[in-house]
């Protein structure tokens, strides 16, 4: 089973979750913005992903440009950028899908056809 954190109201995450359906995954929808992933779970994703953590900020969304978060987050720790991500989805870019060893951030079809 996938999990899969989306906004329900985002398009891209619907487009996700659509081409997860169609090839038979099994998926847990968790809402980004109504239950965001803890920092607990935030640390796990990351360090399963690999990816920088700047990569699972929604650098696009209003609350990371009212908080100017594109000039605050360089002098950032590791600490103070997973508990920024845990205060709000929004914060967080989406979907995150998350298998057993594997995540993935976003959705590009490539690199769905590759992961998932």
């Known amino acids: 089973m996938l999990k899969v954190y989306h906004y329900p109201k985002c398009s891209t995450c619907r487009k996700a979750i659509k081409w997860l359906n169609e090839r038979g995954h099994e998926l847990q929808l968790v809402d980004i913005v109504e239950q965001p992933p803890s920092e607990k779970e935030l640390e796990e994703?990351?360090?399963?992903?690999?990816?920088?953590?700047?990569?699972f900020f929604n650098t696009s969304g209003q609350v990371y440009r009212q908080m100017s978060l594109k000039d605050k987050l360089p002098s950032m720790t590791k600490e103070e950028k997973i508990t920024l991500l845990a205060s709000d989805g929004k914060l967080i870019k989406r979907p995150i899908v998350v298998g057993d060893k594997q995540v993935t951030v976003g959705f590009k079809e490539i690199t769905f056809e590759q992961v998932w």
């Not at 994703?45 to 990569?55: F, H, P, R, Y």
């Open 45 to 55: 994703i990351i360090e399963t992903s690999e990816l920088d953590i700047q990569k």
